[in-house]
């Protein structure tokens, strides 16, 4: 049976990251897509020139949509924004009793811009967090959830553990932001062991919206059934496919391309 994945997240109406770059990933992946707004970008590949925030009744409004007819298999959320929005998610996702949550702490933008309102991470840490499966930080946003600084492999480590102890149940600080010139690893961390994954780094200026895809990508994959682990090692695959693959849109950090990943597996089983 087609399984169902909710992104909870706000809107880049240049078509690369958030809810867009969601969709786009979940039908890649053969999962049915569905949406929650919680705000309006507009913005291209140059930057944010504007955010319109719904209000926190809209959001609801769209989740309990969603939650009273067809169901979610699995979930990730976003751009928040704010700390009612915020709040009002975490009700939602406890009224509909759903598991498979996928926490993308999304807080600035690659460009800048501010996707969350600073005092905001207070209400993320004390309501969201505890109730997720996976959380996706990169390293600034795992620095400011934890405080800490975070260089070393070492204090990715104990970042990590920090973030186990706020009641998330498997942690991947994403490589990304490293300053390591050759390879992008990502830090998974489930309470237990600490694993890696790497990628060799691709030297582009191509990458607005990966962090988006990579945590929709292991949300389609919480739908479909695979555990973490697994989910998080097609994550990885469908990620470098949309980087290494790109093409040319806009002037600025244009987008990944999402289809990268479908057309090399159709292309190994000719
Ligand atoms: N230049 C790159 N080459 C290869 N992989 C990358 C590159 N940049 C990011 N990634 C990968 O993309 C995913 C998203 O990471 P990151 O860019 O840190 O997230 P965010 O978009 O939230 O800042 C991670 O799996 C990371 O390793
Ligand atoms: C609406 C919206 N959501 C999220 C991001 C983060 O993008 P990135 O994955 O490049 O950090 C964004 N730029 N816009």
């Known amino acids: 049976m087609l399984k169902k994945a909710l992104t909870i997240a706000g809107s880049d109406s240049g078509g690369g990251a958030g809810i867009q770059a969601d969709l786009k990933t979940f039908q890649e992946l053969e999962v049915f897509g569905m949406s929650a707004l919680t705000a309006v970008t507009a913005q291209n590949t140059l930057g944010v020139h504007g955010i319109y925030p719904m209000t926190v009744e809209a959001v609801v409004s769209q989740i309990q949509a969603i939650g009273d007819d067809i169901g979610a298999d699995a979930l990730k959320t976003g751009m928040l924004f704010n700390a009612e929005i915020i709040v009002a998610v975490s009700e939602m996702i406890k009224k509909y009793q759903w598991e498979n949550i996928v926490i993308d702490p999304v807080m600035i933008a690659k460009g ?67 300053e390591v010139p050759t390879e992008s690893t990502d830090l998974f961390y489930d309470g237990k062991e600490f694993y890696t994954f790497t990628s060799k780094r691709i030297t582009t200026k191509n990458t607005h919206g990966t962090g988006c895809t990579f945590s929709a990508a292991i949300t389609a994959e919480l739908a479909k059934g695979a555990n973490v682990y697994d989910a998080v090692v097609t994550a990885k695959d469908f990620i470098q496919a949309a980087i290494e693959d790109q093409f040319e849109i806009g002037h600025g950090h244009g987008p990944t391309n999402h289809g990268a990943y479908r057309k090399r597996k159709e292309k190994a089983y000719l």
């Not at 996706?136 to 104990?158: C, D, F, H, S, Y």
């Open 112 to 178: 800048g811009a501010s996707l969350l309102q600073t005092e905001a991470t207070v209400a993320l840490k004390k309501y969201l967090l505890p109730l997720a499966k996976v959380l996706t930080p990169n390293i600034p946003e795992a620095e400011v959830l934890t405080g800490m600084t975070i260089r070393t492999r070492e204090q990715k480590q104990n970042a990590a553990k920090s973030l186990y102890e706020l009641g998330v149940s498997h942690i991947i600080i994403k490589g990304g932001h490293d």
